[in-house]
């Protein structure tokens, strides 16, 4: 089976940065994107940022300018940069995974919590 290990998560000020990373391990099939998105108490699921094997980024318009997401295709590892953060930004990270026969995979999520 595919496995998720995720890190980065935690409790910071408004205005902070935080930075998360998902490794991911087992696959029989290469990757062709991989990506973030977040579920907050009461509202639903939301994709923040993907990346696809070639480099091409996408970003929730709630994000722009304030997260950046990256991978290292030989360590089949995604991170995201998150700076500027607000309270509105609180919610479950989970990493996502899609292989080159287009399954996609996720982790068990990771607590971002805002506040001051």
């Known amino acids: 089976q595919v496995q998720f290990v995720e890190s980065g998560g935690g409790l910071v000020q408004p205005g902070g940065s935080l930075r998360l990373s998902c490794a991911v391990s087992g696959s029989r099939y290469t990757t062709y994107a991989m990506g973030w998105y977040r579920q907050a108490p009461g509202k639903q699921r939301e994709l923040v940022a993907t990346i696809t094997n070639g480099g091409s980024t996408n970003y929730a318009d709630s994000v722009k300018g304030r997260f950046t997401i990256s991978r290292d295709n030989a360590k089949n590892t995604v991170y995201l940069q998150m700076n500027s953060l607000r309270p509105e930004d609180t919610a479950v990270y989970y990493c996502?995974?899609?292989?080159?026969?287009?399954?996609?995979?996720w982790g068990q999520g990771t607590q971002v919590t805002v506040s001051s």
């Open positions: 996502y995974r899609d292989n080159s026969l287009g399954s996609r995979g």
